[in-house]
């Protein structure tokens, strides 16, 4: 009898290692999974050739998508519009090159700055990058970035954290002397996003992402959201996170660990001594 719960307990216990092992594995696979869900993650656009002129205002903005390029040549003074979506879950990074006019005679020190809006044109903070530079009298181009935090499904109203939807990038000259205004230049803007998984994830979604006119339908009766940008693949449910993945794990775990402990304290069973019947 001894013999035989020695044996069960080891068939338990390595039952036991297996199951933890398995649920590790579930668990480091987490991301590689979601990775491969194309409603959790934005597929970047195409990184051919992208648009080569910008909007001068919110509501002309150029559409990018994530991981195009959109070039434009203006002067100096002037404010170039691009917008691109962001959808839940995803760190954006915006980036953009000045290249400056070569060979001008006298020309003064400049400051650039882009700044990055959401739908509702609220001005999104950068975590970190450069987002206004100096450029020098004899610099050829200034590189800006911003960094922004990662894309929340919902907040509260008072909040000003980033929600799906559009966001528009801003880049101007914020310091030049009137001398040097209306000098040309080329700009180049660029972005792209990481995804964050379910570690930013919130209970709550919006009933539709910040896109202006979304809710707004042609003669044709297809939305004009594509106009404004949105993401080729359509945007997330937002029902889909690696947190399912650590739930259904961990209760897997709990139960197998339930059967582990019911095996160890169940006892040796009826002794042999005691009479059938008793």
Same mark, same amino acid.
């Given at each position: 009898?001894?013999?035989?719960?020695?044996?069960?307990?080891?068939?338990?216990?390595?039952?036991?290692?297996?199951?933890?092992? +398995? %649920?590790? $594995?579930?668990? !480091?696979?987490?991301?590689?999974?979601?990775?491969?869900?194309?409603? @959790?993650? /934005? =597929?970047? &656009?195409?990184?051919?050739?992208?648009?080569?002129? +910008? %909007?001068? $205002?919110?509501? !002309?903005?150029?559409?990018?998508?994530?991981?195009?390029?959109?070039? @434009?040549? /203006? =002067?100096? &003074?002037?404010?170039?519009?691009?917008?691109?979506? +962001?959808?839940?879950?995803?760190?954006?990074?915006?980036?953009?090159?000045?290249?400056?006019?070569?060979?001008?005679?006298?020309?003064?020190?400049?400051?650039?700055?882009?700044?990055?809006?959401?739908?509702?044109?609220?001005?999104?903070?950068?975590?970190?990058?450069?987002?206004?530079?100096?450029?020098?009298?004899?610099?050829?181009?200034?590189?800006?970035?911003?960094?922004?935090?990662?894309?929340?499904?919902?907040?509260?109203?008072?909040?000003?954290?980033?929600?799906?939807?559009?966001?528009?990038?801003?880049?101007?000259?914020?310091?030049?002397?009137?001398?040097?205004?209306?000098?040309?230049?080329?700009?180049?803007?660029?972005?792209?996003?990481?995804?964050?998984?379910?570690?930013?994830?919130?209970?709550?979604?919006?009933?539709?992402?910040?896109?202006?006119?979304?809710?707004?339908?042609?003669?044709?009766?297809?939305?004009?959201?594509?106009?404004?940008?949105?993401?080729?693949?359509?945007?997330?449910?937002?029902?889909?996170?690696?947190?399912?993945?650590?739930?259904?794990?961990?209760?897997?775990?709990?139960?197998?660990?339930?059967?582990?402990?019911?095996?160890?304290?169940?006892?040796?069973?009826?002794?042999?001594?005691?009479?059938?019947?008793?």
């Amino acid at each position: 009898m001894v013999t035989t719960t020695s044996r069960r307990t080891r068939g338990a216990r390595r039952a036991f290692a297996g199951a933890l092992l +398995a %649920g590790l $594995t579930l668990f !480091t696979s987490a991301g590689a999974a979601v990775a491969d869900d194309p409603s @959790a993650s /934005a =597929s970047p &656009g195409d990184e051919g050739s992208g648009p080569t002129e +910008a %909007g001068t $205002t919110f509501r !002309t903005a150029t559409a990018l998508q994530q991981g195009q390029a959109g070039t @434009a040549q /203006a =002067s100096a &003074g002037d404010y170039l519009y691009w917008v691109f979506p +962001a959808d839940t879950g995803q760190r954006p990074t915006v980036k953009a090159t000045v290249k400056l006019p070569e060979g001008e005679a006298k020309r003064s020190a400049s400051t650039w700055q882009i700044d990055v809006y959401d739908g509702l044109r609220r001005r999104q903070a950068c975590q970190y990058g450069h987002q206004t530079r100096k450029a020098a009298p004899d610099a050829s181009a200034v590189e800006l970035s911003c960094v922004l935090r990662t894309v929340r499904s919902w907040s509260e109203p008072w909040a000003n954290d980033p929600l799906p939807g559009s966001y528009y990038v801003r880049l101007t000259v914020v310091n030049l002397p009137a001398d040097d205004l209306g000098l040309p230049f080329e700009a180049e803007v660029r972005a792209d996003s990481v995804d964050q998984g379910g570690a930013h994830h919130v209970d709550g979604a919006l009933a539709e992402p910040l896109v202006p006119g979304i809710s707004v339908t042609g003669a044709s009766g297809t939305s004009q959201a594509r106009a404004a940008g949105e993401p080729e693949d359509g945007w997330a449910s937002g029902w889909w996170t690696t947190r399912w993945l650590w739930t259904v794990g961990g209760g897997v775990l709990a139960a197998l660990a339930a059967v582990f402990g019911y095996s160890l304290t169940r006892g040796r069973g009826r002794p042999a001594h005691v009479p059938h019947g008793v």
